[in-house]
Structures are given as structure tokens and as C-alpha cells.
């Protein structure tokens, strides 16, 4: 019996034999009203919580980056332990939310010109929140066009949900897109007509995206919206604002080409060199592509990829990148340049709201490569009618680019010397023209434009040789558009959805 009270007695047994913090302070302040003030004040101040467990007070990073809030731990952190060598990545969210406008004439009207389902946005971003948090992936990186065009309120939406992954614990990096910045075709749609909405700038991106890349970033480039973050220990990720946006209220259009300044990507170099110097894994994240992901891409194509591909490729890799997370032509593709010894990637992730509406997840293996994997969404809280959702989003997308393609064949056109109009009329004739008894132009360009959005795309036995009929055609026009149709339907190396990718020192 007097052990048992000298045990009772020693502060020591409670923490020896694990019997908590609760009753150490019952313990220490035998006074019963003193012991309710004192446990009504700590569990207030979130110190104790009614369970018993000793936390940290304030909203702070604990052991293995378990997040802490003021008056308990993330609740994510209690279900599953997150893995911080584990990214996912998604691109291109457009998203839009239905308070602008989803139905009328004008929107309407704005659709057919787009292929994307902007309608659908938030109801897809809804399911990709949700599908990552049910995830143990740590890292969430988003490489652009973030909105529809840059209107405030769908930034402050797309903020809204990213929050909702860094309270769950995770840790989330976003970069703009052409789209994003000082866009003059912020609109919302009331019947048949389109009014101005306010957009932001570079100033206001940052601001509303801080939480998510900027306030912990180790450097910032002080000419572009560029930033580095090491989000776990030997990782370090280099964020490069690729978007031009400087005149886009001037020339009254958001500029779909990428490029870096001199100053911008000297201060890139410069961040990779830095952290190769520390022994650094580095890898980069871009809304621009860093290379042809199919081999006439910059010949047709040429404002998805960033200017001085080639030379920039090689700046990065022999400074030491490894690979660069990009988005942009809304493809599920990767592709690889091989410098000298290195190798370094262009690991293009498609569009949320483009069909096959994929995203990456991305595991740092401990013997260092990156172990990729492609997911997509296959449901959402939205009325598809009949349509299982792939199948939905599959006709939207074959339907929109079959409608757009006099569009994309006018382009090539107007190379020949004719001006937009003509062009235009007469690509749309061309697109009607049957290459097969149950298959026009138009079809068979959406066919094949569909396929390389999918990635790891091979040519149908049945569609290759009307290809190798158009190619060999005496139409220059036609041999021309062979020639594109070709290279879309001819997967380069490596692997675009399933891969390992390895990584060197």
C-alpha cells in the first residue's frame, strides 16, 4: 500500500508508465477546483486536447511535417501519415465557377469556340480535391492556368480548395499560366451578353497564392512571379514563371506564347547550380513546354513551347535539372532530350477539364528515381446525362475538335500566304472532304488529336495508311496536314502515363 502511494507520488510514474498529461496535472494541483480552471484554460489555448495529448500551441509544421492547428493536429494526419516523397501533379483546372454564367447565348457561343468543360470545372476540381486527399501523397503541384482567364473570383475559388489540401497537411506549390495574369478576357455571361470582370495581376497573384509556394519559397526572382522551395530534405523544386503578360491589356488578348527573360532564366541557372552545389536532387515546374512532344509540334504549334527550346534544354540540364513539370497543350505526354551524358524531362501533365481529365501521381524512390503514374477522373457531382463521365467528357472533346478543326487546318493555310478569312473558308471546305467510305478530314484529324491528349498513342492499323495517303499526296496542302496528323499519331519515347524515370546525381 505504501508503494503504491510513493509510486502515485513520484511525477515520474505518470510519464513512465504512460498514463498521460491529465492526470500529471491532476497530480501536481490536488485542489479539485484548481484542476477544472486549469484543464478549462489549456484546452482552450489547444496545449491539451480532451483526449489528453500534449500539442504545440499555434498553427505550426511538428515531427515528419505533421501539421498542427491552434486547437488540434490535422485531422488528415490522423487517418493516414503522409508521404512527403510522394507528388501529385495536376494542370490546366480552367477552373469557373457557375456564379459567372453557364448557360445563354453567350456562353454558348464562347464554348464552341473552346474544347474545354468549363461548365463541368468545378465539379471536377470538387473530385480531384477529394481524390487527393484520400491519397498519402504530401506534395501537390498544379503547372498552370489555374482559371478560366484570370478572373479574380475563380482565383479566390481555386485558393479556396488548395486550402483545403494544405489544412489536410499536405504541402502545395502552384505556378501561372498564360491565362492567369492580367487577362482582358475575364468575362461572365448573362444571356447574350459578356461582361468585363475584374482580373488580377502579378502583384495579386502572389498575394492570394502566398500559402501555396511564395511565402516559404527559399528565393524569389525578382522579374518574374519564379520561385524555389524545397519541399522535402535533398528535393529542391524550381518554379519558373514562363507566361508573358506585360501587354496583354495593351494588345487586348492573353499571349499564348512562353518565354523567359535574360535576367529570369540567368536567375534559374543560377538556383540549379546553387542547389547541385548542396547536393540537391533538382527538378523544375512550368506552364511552356521545354520540348516538341511530337516532332512538327513547333512547326504548327510553336506558342506551346517555350522560346529557345532547344538552348534553354540544354542550360537546364547541364546546369544540373533533372526533369520539368509542364502543362499547357492539355496532352498527357512525356518526352526526353539527351545532352551530352544527361538526360533531362519534359513531363507534360493533360488538362483537368480536357479529356482523358488525368493527373500524376509521382513517388522520389529511395533509389533516387521517379516512379510515375497516371489517374483520372471517372466521376463527378454533375448531370452527364446517360453518359458515364469519361464517355461524356470523351464526345465533348471529339465533337469540340471536329468543330474547331477548320480552325487548326486554317493555320497551316495561312502560311501559304492567304489571309485569316480565306484561309478559314477554305479549310472548312478541306475538313468536309471524305478520306475514307465513313470518315472525313475532320474526323480523322479529332481522332488522332484525341489520341495523343490520351498519350502512349499508336496509329490505328486501319487510319495509318489514309495518313500515308495524305503525306504522299500531290496537294501540298494536304501532304502538309499528312505530315501533322503523322507526327500526332507517332508517339516519341519514353512511356507517357506509366513510367519510372530515373534520375542522375
Same mark, same amino acid.
Not at 532547344?310 to 547541364?318: E, G, S, W
Not at 513531363?347 to 524512390?365: A, D, F, H, K, Q
Not at 477554305?426 to 484529324?445: N, W, Y
Not at 499528312?482 to 519515347?493: F, I, K, P, R
Given at each position: 500500500?505504501?508503494?503504491?502511494?510513493?509510486?502515485?507520488?513520484?511525477?515520474?510514474?505518470?510519464?513512465?508508465?504512460?498514463?498521460?498529461?491529465?492526470?500529471?496535472?491532476?497530480?501536481?494541483?490536488?485542489?479539485?477546483?484548481?484542476?477544472?480552471?486549469?484543464?478549462?484554460?489549456?484546452?482552450?489555448?489547444?496545449?491539451?486536447?480532451?483526449?489528453?495529448?500534449?500539442?504545440?500551441?499555434?498553427?505550426?509544421?511538428?515531427?515528419?511535417?505533421?501539421?498542427?492547428?491552434?486547437?488540434?493536429?490535422?485531422?488528415?494526419?490522423?487517418?493516414?501519415?503522409?508521404?512527403?516523397?510522394?507528388?501529385?501533379?495536376?494542370?490546366?483546372?480552367?477552373?469557373?465557377?457557375?456564379?459567372?454564367?453557364?448557360?445563354?447565348?453567350?456562353?454558348?457561343?464562347?464554348?464552341?469556340?473552346?474544347?474545354?468543360?468549363?461548365?463541368?470545372?468545378?465539379?471536377?476540381?470538387?473530385?480531384?480535391?477529394?481524390?487527393?486527399?484520400?491519397?498519402?501523397?504530401?506534395?501537390?503541384?498544379?503547372?498552370?492556368?489555374?482559371?478560366?482567364?484570370?478572373?479574380?473570383?475563380?482565383?479566390?475559388?481555386?485558393?479556396?480548395?488548395?486550402?483545403?489540401?494544405?489544412?489536410?497537411?499536405?504541402?502545395?506549390?502552384?505556378?501561372?499560366?498564360?491565362?492567369?495574369?492580367?487577362?482582358?478576357?475575364?468575362?461572365?455571361?448573362?444571356?447574350?451578353?459578356?461582361?468585363?470582370?475584374?482580373?488580377?495581376?502579378?502583384?495579386?497573384?502572389?498575394?492570394?497564392?502566398?500559402?501555396?509556394?511564395?511565402?516559404?519559397?527559399?528565393?524569389?526572382?525578382?522579374?518574374?512571379?519564379?520561385?524555389?522551395?524545397?519541399?522535402?530534405?535533398?528535393?529542391?523544386?524550381?518554379?519558373?514563371?514562363?507566361?508573358?503578360?506585360?501587354?496583354?491589356?495593351?494588345?487586348?488578348?492573353?499571349?499564348?506564347?512562353?518565354?523567359?527573360?535574360?535576367?529570369?532564366?540567368?536567375?534559374?541557372?543560377?538556383?540549379?547550380?546553387?542547389?547541385?552545389?548542396?547536393?540537391?536532387?533538382?527538378?523544375?515546374?512550368?506552364?511552356?513546354?521545354?520540348?516538341?512532344?511530337?516532332?512538327?509540334?513547333?512547326?504548327? %504549334?510553336?506558342? =506551346?513551347?517555350? #522560346?529557345?527550346?532547344?538552348?534553354?534544354?540544354? $542550360? !537546364? /540540364?547541364?546546369?544540373?535539372? *533533372?526533369?520539368?513539370?509542364?502543362?499547357?497543350?492539355?496532352?498527357?505526354?512525356?518526352?526526353?532530350?539527351?545532352?551530352?551524358?544527361?538526360?533531362?524531362?519534359?513531363?507534360?501533365?493533360?488538362?483537368?477539364?480536357?479529356?482523358?481529365?488525368?493527373?500524376?501521381?509521382?513517388?522520389?524512390?529511395?533509389?533516387?528515381?521517379?516512379?510515375?503514374?497516371?489517374?483520372?477522373?471517372?466521376?463527378?457531382?454533375?448531370?452527364?446525362?446517360?453518359?458515364? %463521365?469519361?464517355? =461524356?467528357?470523351? #464526345?465533348?472533346?471529339?465533337?469540340?475538335?471536329? $468543330? !474547331? /478543326?477548320?480552325?487548326?487546318? *486554317?493555320?497551316?493555310?495561312?502560311?501559304?500566304?492567304?489571309?485569316?478569312?480565306?484561309?478559314?473558308?477554305?479549310?472548312?471546305?478541306?475538313?468536309?472532304?471524305?478520306?475514307?467510305?465513313?470518315?472525313?478530314?475532320?474526323?480523322?484529324?479529332?481522332?488522332?488529336?484525341?489520341?495523343?491528349?490520351?498519350?502512349?498513342?499508336?496509329?490505328?492499323?486501319?487510319?495509318?495508311?489514309?495518313?500515308?495517303?495524305?503525306?504522299?499526296?500531290?496537294?501540298?496542302?494536304?501532304?502538309?496536314?499528312?505530315?501533322?496528323?503523322?507526327?500526332?499519331?507517332? $508517339? !516519341?519515347?519514353?512511356?507517357?502515363?506509366?513510367?519510372?524515370?530515373?534520375?542522375?546525381?
Amino acid at each position: 500500500m505504501h508503494q503504491k502511494v510513493a509510486k502515485l507520488q513520484n511525477p515520474a510514474f505518470y510519464i513512465k508508465e504512460g498514463l498521460g498529461p491529465v492526470k500529471l496535472i491532476v497530480f501536481i494541483f490536488k485542489p479539485r477546483w484548481l484542476i477544472g480552471l486549469f484543464l478549462v484554460l489549456v484546452m482552450g489555448l489547444g496545449i491539451i486536447s480532451p483526449a489528453g495529448s500534449v500539442k504545440p500551441v499555434g498553427a505550426t509544421r511538428g515531427p515528419n511535417n505533421t501539421i498542427w492547428g491552434r486547437f488540434g493536429c490535422a485531422r488528415e494526419q490522423q487517418r493516414h501519415k503522409l508521404n512527403y516523397k510522394k507528388i501529385i501533379i495536376f494542370s490546366d483546372p480552367h477552373y469557373y465557377t457557375p456564379e459567372l454564367g453557364t448557360t445563354g447565348a453567350a456562353f454558348e457561343e464562347y464554348l464552341a469556340g473552346d474544347r474545354k468543360l468549363l461548365a463541368e470545372s468545378n465539379a471536377i476540381l470538387r473530385k480531384t480535391i477529394n481524390q487527393i486527399k484520400a491519397s498519402d501523397a504530401g506534395i501537390v503541384l498544379i503547372s498552370g492556368d489555374l482559371t478560366k482567364d484570370g478572373e479574380l473570383v475563380n482565383h479566390l475559388k481555386v485558393a479556396s480548395y488548395l486550402k483545403e489540401l494544405e489544412d489536410s497537411g499536405r504541402k502545395v506549390y502552384v505556378i501561372n499560366g498564360n491565362h492567369d495574369i492580367n487577362n482582358p478576357h475575364a468575362f461572365k455571361f448573362e444571356g447574350a451578353q459578356v461582361i468585363p470582370v475584374e482580373n488580377v495581376s502579378p502583384e495579386q497573384f502572389k498575394e492570394i497564392y502566398k500559402d501555396f509556394g511564395y511565402a516559404e519559397a527559399l528565393a524569389v526572382d525578382t522579374n518574374s512571379l519564379s520561385y524555389v522551395v524545397e519541399p522535402v530534405q535533398g528535393l529542391r523544386l524550381i518554379v519558373m514563371d514562363s507566361a508573358i503578360y506585360d501587354r496583354n491589356h495593351t494588345v487586348g488578348r492573353p499571349k499564348t506564347e512562353g518565354a523567359f527573360s535574360g535576367a529570369t532564366l540567368n536567375w534559374i541557372i543560377g538556383q540549379i547550380k546553387k542547389a547541385k552545389a548542396q547536393g540537391k536532387i533538382v527538378l523544375g515546374m512550368m506552364h511552356h513546354g521545354l520540348m516538341d512532344h511530337f516532332s512538327v509540334q513547333r512547326r504548327f %504549334f510553336a506558342q =506551346y513551347v517555350i #522560346k529557345d527550346a532547344d538552348r534553354i534544354a540544354v $542550360d !537546364l /540540364a547541364d546546369a544540373g535539372m *533533372a526533369a520539368v513539370f509542364t502543362g499547357h497543350f492539355h496532352a498527357q505526354d512525356i518526352t526526353a532530350k539527351q545532352i551530352g551524358n544527361k538526360y533531362i524531362y519534359d513531363v507534360e501533365t493533360g488538362s483537368l477539364v480536357t479529356y482523358p481529365n488525368p493527373y500524376r501521381t509521382i513517388e522520389w524512390t529511395p533509389d533516387n528515381k521517379l516512379r510515375i503514374k497516371t489517374s483520372r477522373i471517372e466521376e463527378i457531382d454533375y448531370d452527364t446525362g446517360s453518359l458515364k %463521365f469519361p464517355v =461524356y467528357a470523351k #464526345k465533348y472533346l471529339t465533337d469540340g475538335l471536329r $468543330d !474547331l /478543326a477548320p480552325h487548326f487546318l *486554317a493555320r497551316i493555310i495561312m502560311g501559304q500566304g492567304l489571309t485569316e478569312e480565306e484561309a478559314v473558308e477554305q479549310a472548312a471546305l478541306i475538313v468536309r472532304q471524305k478520306v475514307s467510305p465513313f470518315m472525313t478530314l475532320g474526323d480523322l484529324l479529332a481522332t488522332i488529336m484525341v489520341a495523343h491528349y490520351q498519350g502512349d498513342e499508336v496509329l490505328d492499323e486501319e487510319l495509318l495508311p489514309v495518313i500515308q495517303r495524305l503525306v504522299a499526296s500531290e496537294s501540298p496542302l494536304l501532304g502538309m496536314l499528312g505530315e501533322a496528323l503523322l507526327s500526332l499519331g507517332t $508517339d !516519341l519515347e519514353p512511356a507517357d502515363n506509366d513510367i519510372i524515370i530515373p534520375l542522375q546525381p
